[in-house]
T-cell receptor
Framework: DSGVTQTPKHLITATGQRVTLRCSPR?????VYWYQQSLDQGLQFLIQ???????AKGNILERFSAQQFPDLHSELNLSSLELGDSALYFC???????????????FGPGTRLTVT | GESVGLHLPTLSVQEGDNSIINCAYS??????FIWYKQESGKGPQFIID?????DKRQGQRVTVLLNKTVKHLSLQIAATQPGDSAVYFC????????????FGGGTRLMVKP
């Protein structure tokens, strides 16, 4: 158990809908990262938050957004869902994130999103 | 893991043999590298890491080798066990990229009893 929790574990929704995925980092970790793992593209970095502020952005669609709250949990919002958004969404956390390389990221169990 | 559907390279080894999983990374400026193991239905799990100022690091039954000249990383697993069966990903990190990880495509390790 990495100490990172994600809810829900599974989510099935229809195209055009909007969903929110939730992540609670390990106790004491300030950085939260979101990754998408699809069948044809492996693990792709989406976005990072550090202590409530956006720190880095990867291949995140404009239909997707995220935020990190004062208690450091994070939510990933996916809107106008398309079939191609079906994937596993992972959250990871680490203690640091401001230009300090060398800190492993601990991954949660993931949320499996199925868009029908 | 859920990467089951990916056309991943597969390494099949006999239980007890040593395994070597290779990874070519892309960014010569990367300064930190991690190997992750992903079992079916689970998130990636940290195995071992190495910084760019090192060329070898050993853990328990695992060794990571880094060759910066050719941007190559390898993971060696000694005395491979059935529980080692999983998908293995290498990931690289650059400090100026906010600590984001860039993952390689993954290799599926299958251990035959």
């Amino acid at each position: 158990d990495s100490g990172v929790t994600q809810t829900p574990k599974h989510l099935i929704t229809a195209t055009g809908q909007r969903v929110t995925l939730r992540c609670s980092p390990r106790s004491g970790d300030l950085s939260v990262y979101w990754y998408q793992q699809s069948l044809d593209q492996g693990l792709q970095f989406l976005i990072q938050y550090y202590n409530g502020e956006e720190r880095a952005k990867g291949n995140i669609l404009e239909r997707f957004s995220a935020q990190q709250f004062p208690d450091l949990h994070s939510e990933l919002n996916l809107s106008s869902l398309e079939l191609g958004d079906s994937a596993l969404y992972f959250c990871a956390s680490s203690p640091h994130g401001l230009g300090l390389a060398g800190f492993e990221q601990y991954f949660g169990p993931g949320t499996r999103l199925t868009v029908t | 893991g859920e990467s089951v559907g990916l056309h991943l390279p597969t390494l099949s080894v006999q239980e007890g043999d040593n395994s070597i999983i290779n990874c070519a990374y892309s960014n010569s400026a990367s300064d930190y590298f991690i190997w992750y193991k992903q079992e079916s239905g689970k998130g990636p799990q940290f195995i071992i890491d190495i910084r760019s100022n090192m060329d070898k690091r050993q853990g328990q039954r695992v060794t990571v080798l880094l060759n910066k000249t050719v941007k190559h990383l390898s993971l060696q697993i000694a005395a491979t066990q059935p529980g080692d069966s999983a998908v293995y990903f290498c990931a690289e990190n650059t400090a100026d990229a906010g600590n984001m990880l860039t993952f390689g495509g993954g290799t599926r390790l299958m251990v035959k009893p």
